[in-house]
């Protein structure tokens, strides 16, 4: 009778912890080490991390060689005339260096520099060639456009400072906080991709805020003062 009654107990003993188990296993509560567990990566005190975002402003060329018909050509509007126009780019380069040391079958990863590049690119000044080198409209016409130019200048060095905070708040990878990749390369390559992402919408921001100003210095005031300028047109 003791043997009797003992067996079912210890089997429906066993059969509840395996199923405990099972459930403590689905849970990842008792994932294998090998999937959860990476090595440590220790901080490195005596590298360096830094962020670097220059601006590349170049002073805009002045072309005399169209005429209005054919600078309200370039802008689109055919049949009307253009007396000045301001026209330029905005590029954007970033590059990152990383270092790696061997660990375990893989590295300890983090990135030691990123370097951002805007670019006010191919900045042109057009005044109608119409008008006399030197006179009183092209004068008029040149301190329109080169306000545009201004503004254009003041508001990608307002965003010097966003772009090189978005990069530090994102938490990448540093000597004070590395991470174990299994391949450096790889990871460099993803880090590089996030920064693109990051800088991204400040960009956009950027264009967005520029059109805005620059609608402003083309208002019918701003317009109006410029003919003031000068008796005839």
């Not at 099972?22 to 440590?40: C, E, I, M, T």
Request: charged residues 25%; glycine residues 6%.
């Amino acid at each position: 009778m003791t043997d009797n009654s003992m067996g079912p107990s210890v089997a429906r003993t066993c059969f509840v912890a395996l199923a405990l188990l099972a459930a403590l296993f689905a849970s990842g509560l008792f994932a294998s080490r090998s999937a959860a567990a990476q090595p440590l990566c220790l901080s490195q005190p005596e590298r360096s991390f830094r962020i670097e975002v220059e601006l590349n402003l170049p002073k805009p060329e002045i072309d005399r060689s169209l005429s209005r018909q054919q600078l309200a050509q370039r802008m689109g509007k055919t049949g009307s005339q253009v007396h000045g126009l301001h026209s330029h780019g905005t590029g954007l380069r970033y590059s990152l260096s990383h270092a790696a040391l061997p660990k375990e079958g893989g590295y300890c990863f983090w990135l030691e520099t990123v370097l951002v590049e805007v670019t006010y690119a191919s900045p042109t000044i057009f005044v109608a060639k119409d008008h006399r080198p030197g006179g009183c409209n092209d004068q008029a016409i040149l301190a329109h456009e080169t306000e545009h130019e201004r503004v254009a200048r003041r508001t990608m060095e307002s965003f010097k400072p966003r772009l090189s905070s978005a990069i530090a708040r994102a938490g990448l990878p540093q000597p004070s906080a590395p991470i174990w990749t299994q391949d450096h390369e790889a990871s460099a390559q993803r880090e590089l991709a996030r920064v693109g992402e990051l800088l991204a919408p400040e960009m956009e921001e950027m264009r967005e805020l520029m059109i805005e100003r620059q609608k402003r210095v083309d208002s019918p005031n701003n317009y109006r003062l410029t003919q003031n300028r000068c008796p005839d047109w």
